[in-house]
Structure formats: structure tokens, C-alpha cells
Nanobody
Framework: QLQLVESGGGLVQAGGSLRLSCAAS????????MGWYRQAPGKQRELVAA???????NYADSVKGRFTISRDNAKNTVYLQMNSLKPEDTAVYHC?????????WGQGTQVTVSS
């Protein structure tokens, strides 16, 4: 089993920055992909950014150029650096780890961007 714990969310003004962290309970080195998803009220959960074991990244069009996903294998942690935040980025952000057919989820951290 794997536990994922997100942190770093909060309230920020538009144009500001936040860095989210996702700490895993064990090594993430062998996971096929790590990612960040978000879910706003009344909307479906959507992919924000993903990072594969080979180092490839994938971003939602709405965050390209503003968000950066990275990982520190030594700390079993994945990060999401969010710059130039917009009110439409307001959502609960969830960390995800994929291994084969299994996907693990964290509880999420709230990000609120005020205009």
C-alpha cells in the first residue's frame, strides 16, 4: 500500500505562486507516473500535470507555461510549482501515483485564488 500526503495549498491572490508537495510513504522511483489532478466544485477531476518514470512531462493546456511538476526520488516527494495563478485555478489538488493498473490518490489540498 502507498500513502500520499499533499501539502502547500492555501489562499493566494491572482498572480501569486504556490508550491504543492506530495510526500509518499515509500519509494516512488519505480512508479510509472506521478501526477497532479484538480477538482473544482461542480466539475470533474482533471489532469493538471504528469511526470513519467522516464522524465517526460504532460500538462493541461490551461497551465502550460505557468506550472511545473518535478520529483525528488531521495525524498519520495513530488512537487507542483504554480506561478501566475488565476482564480480559475481554484480547486482541490490531488496527488496521484500510478503503478501498472493501480492508481493511488492523496486526500487533496485546497488551493484558492482570489481576484
Amino acid at each position: 500500500q502507498l500513502q500520499l500526503v499533499e501539502s502547500g495549498g492555501g489562499l493566494v491572490q491572482a498572480g501569486g505562486s504556490l508550491r504543492l508537495s506530495c510526500a509518499a510513504s515509500r519509494t516512488i522511483f519505480s512508479f510509472n507516473a506521478m501526477g497532479w489532478y484538480r477538482q473544482a466544485p461542480g466539475k470533474q477531476r482533471e489532469l493538471v500535470a504528469a511526470l513519467t518514470i522516464g522524465g517526460s512531462t504532460n500538462y493541461a493546456d490551461s497551465v502550460k507555461g505557468r506550472f511545473t511538476i518535478s520529483r525528488d526520488n531521495a525524498k519520495n516527494t513530488v512537487y507542483l510549482q504554480m506561478n501566475s495563478l488565476k482564480p480559475e485555478d481554484t480547486a482541490v489538488y490531488h496527488c496521484s501515483a500510478e503503478s501498472g493498473l493501480t492508481r493511488y490518490w492523496g486526500q487533496g489540498t485546497q488551493v484558492t485564488v482570489s481576484s
